[in-house]
């Protein structure tokens, strides 16, 4: 398939040959050489470019060697979308565009990652490891929510994941939004389009709530985003080909539990230890009353470095938040999502803790939660695990 | 060897007893609580001058209205800022009966639940005792707020069957009318008429209490009775942006009778919007019914009604 020139590269191309022209006629040599050069360097990008588009493998529906140009099928998954864009595009350029909106992850999917050579490969790793954090697989206990007041605990197994080192901050989130993340029905659970109208901001553009103008507000592009129900939180991760964590996961990558006697795990009650700490994490006690910049208080780290997962704002996790019952020992199911970590106007430090579970409804929009997005490793390529759980450690 | 002087005098005072500053029923000198309403005696103690031989009239600012809008889950959430606050404040908390309304909220909130209902039993009620710290004069002022059960309240405004809640109404010297936000928001126009019956039943206390006193002579008319000052709380408005945004625009909008109320009772008032859990959930439970359940403890707007009843009562 022949791959055309960018509006900007015909512009200059037309521009240098008039150029040409122009200055062969008034024998002009410098000119003359200037614009020869620009046209061999569009010319040059043109055919590396039907050169790459070529040499590609064939990544299914998506490529077609029957028509000169095919158009973009519509229903795609964000995966499914960049494995086109990689047939199509070259493999700096694709680099280039997806690592702009921090959509590393999806570079190091098998769908994609064949696209690459090794330095690239090696470069999108570099950032992978810097962005995210690895939790190893084990065990995790979680407390349960009885309504008759006694201390349960559960414990559940989780496989190893990457989760952000950061919270998702407003400039980030604004990718997505200018991209068209809240017209791409493709990244919504079919459930909540009905709802969706009620995705806006302050001036009635689609975006979190308290953006105006499709913005966010000024001084707070490194804010966590807030404002943003659970659905909302959903579709950014999807895409940037992410998901929202479990509440084990959650729980896991803060507490860091470690094997005990048995099947007993010991884990932490906040990510830097079992006492509360003024410093360590942004809730009441500090004093401050609104967001701080997701990478502030560095003292509150977990082990491996992962931030604020005590305090700033509470964090959407995929779970339910469920009750057991009193009398029969059943979950009650209330439509609820399952929040984590505590925010910045958190009164009592308890709640900011690993282990407590907070929750609010789906479509709540609340100037205190946030989130962070997770990917599990067997959603990557196994081509690159070692070298994630090298660099990272296990 | 020298003499010892015979402090006779004090057993007199032994012997004197001592009238409740609510209800004006004599207790015994070192009685701690009124035998007959409940109250503490230090409130009369300090308004005779007797127990810190300082005369500063205490203030009694009452939280009221309908059962379960928040009356003592307030109460406790604005202690517990208080004492958290400690000398940083100019309000601090005092006695044990304080931590008592601290510890029953605050316990609560901390395993996941609200307080139980307030007991109808006045003598089992907590009261609150806070000081003021004046920059302007020596001492401090004494604050004391009841937590009284919203049933008591109503049920005495029909059939006048609780002599304690007339006392301690009629003491008022600031008020604090709980409504719960989430029910008005729910359409329940019965939020407003109770509000508006509590806010009448006050108007009507302070007539009578005006009407028997001794009549003087005087060359000027003795000025009308006024209901204390009121701080209109509309409590539980975690969900409800638009109150705390505006909460006097919320009253006058959604509660139009007790707007007009509140004109022609309390000229003094003001709205505000409250709320100590961030959310709140629904529960229905396997042997029916449901229980509402806080999810997280996260105040907002506490102290603003308090401050501004206080600074109401300074003048």
Request: with cysteine.
């Amino acid at each position: 398939m022949f791959r055309k020139l960018t509006k900007l590269e015909l512009l200059i191309g037309l521009g240098s040959t008039i150029l040409l022209v122009v200055a062969t006629i008034q024998h002009n040599m410098l000119t003359c050489g200037s614009s020869a050069a620009c046209l061999c360097l569009i010319v040059g990008r043109l055919l590396e470019r039907n050169r790459s588009a070529a040499a590609t493998p064939d990544v299914g529906d998506f490529a077609s060697d029957e028509s000169e140009s095919t158009p973009l099928p519509r229903k795609l998954e964000p995966r499914q979308r960049l494995a086109y864009e990689a047939a199509t595009q070259s493999a700096p350029e694709l680099i280039r565009n997806v690592l702009q909106n921090g959509r590393e992850t999806l570079l190091l999917r098998s769908e994609i990652i064949g696209n690459l050579n090794e330095a690239q490969v090696n470069e999108i790793v570099d950032v992978v490891c810097e962005d995210m954090s690895l939790v190893p697989a084990g065990k995790v206990a979680l407390s349960i929510n009885d309504l008759a007041g006694s201390e349960k605990s559960k414990m559940e197994e989780v496989a190893t994941l990457l989760v952000d080192r950061y919270a998702v901050n407003n400039a980030e989130y604004a990718e997505f939004v200018a991209a068209g993340g809240y017209a791409d029905q493709e990244l919504w659970d079919a459930d909540v389009f009905d709802a969706m109208a009620a995705f806006v901001d302050q001036s009635e553009q689609p975006g979190p709530r308290y953006w105006r103008d499709g913005t966010f507000p000024r001084g707070k592009a490194d804010h966590p985003v807030v404002g943003i129900c659970w659905y909302e939180a959903r579709a950014y991760a999807r895409w940037v080909g992410k998901r929202l964590p479990t509440g084990a996961e959650w729980v896991k990558t803060a507490g860091w539990p470690v094997a005990a006697s048995g099947d007993a795990v010991r884990q932490r009650t906040y990510p830097w230890g079992n006492s509360y700490e003024p410093g360590r994490a942004n809730i009441s006690q500090e004093g401050i009353g609104h967001t701080a910049t997701v990478d502030d208080f560095a003292d509150g780290d977990n082990v491996r470095g992962v931030r604020q997962l005590a305090g700033n704002v509470w964090e959407w996790t995929d779970d339910e938040l469920t009750f057991a019952g009193s009398a029969v020992d059943s979950s009650v199911q209330l439509g609820l999502k399952s929040l984590r970590g505590g925010a910045f106007n958190t009164y009592l430090e308890g709640q900011a803790s690993c282990d407590f579970e907070s929750g609010d409804h789906v479509l709540s929009r609340r100037d205190n939660v946030g989130f962070r997005c997770a990917v599990s490793m067997t959603d990557l390529s196994e081509a690159v695990h070692e070298q994630l759980v090298a660099a990272l450690g296990a | 060897m020298g003499l010892q002087p015979l402090e006779t005098y004090k057993v007199g005072n032994y012997r004197l007893p001592i009238p409740c500053d609510l209800c004006r029923e004599n207790n015994l000198y070192e009685a701690i609580t009124c035998s007959n309403c409940g109250a503490p005696m230090d409130i009369s103690r300090i308004e005779g001058g007797k127990k810190d031989n300082r005369r500063t009239r205490p203030q009694l600012i009452v939280p009221v209205g309908a059962s379960n809008t928040g009356k003592s889950v307030y109460l406790g959430m604005a202690l517990d800022i208080l004492s958290r606050q400690g000398d940083r404040s100019d309000i601090t908390t005092y006695g044990a009966a304080s931590v008592t309304v601290q510890q029953q909220v605050i316990g609560a909130l901390g395993r996941g639940h609200f307080p139980e209902p307030t007991d109808r039993n006045p003598f089992l009620w907590s009261w609150a005792h806070c000081k003021l710290s004046r920059h302007t004069a020596p001492d401090h002022l004494q604050v004391f707020l009841p937590d009284m059960s919203g049933w008591n309240v109503l049920r005495d405004a029909d059939d006048e069957s609780c002599p304690s809640i007339r006392g301690i109404l009629q003491k008022a010297t600031g008020i604090m009318l709980f409504i719960d936000t989430g029910r008005v928001q729910d359409g329940d126009k019965d939020e407003e008429f109770l509000a508006l019956k509590i806010l009448r039943y006050i108007e009507s206390l302070v007539e009578q209490r005006a009407d028997s006193r001794p009549a003087r002579r005087r060359r000027t008319a003795p000025p009308d009775p006024q209901v204390p000052p009121v701080a209109v709380i509309m409590a539980k408005a975690d969900e409800c942006s638009e109150c705390f945004d505006a909460p006097t625009d919320y009253v006058r909008g959604q509660m139009p009778n007790l707007w007009q109320a509140l004109q022609d009772v309390a000229p003094l008032h003001a709205c505000f919007a409250v709320s100590v859990a961030g959310a709140v959930a629904e529960v229905p439970l396997c042997k029916g019914g449901s229980t509402k359940l806080p999810l997280r403890v996260e105040p907002r707007g506490v102290l603003e009604p308090f401050r501004w009843l206080l600074g109401q009562a300074i003048g």
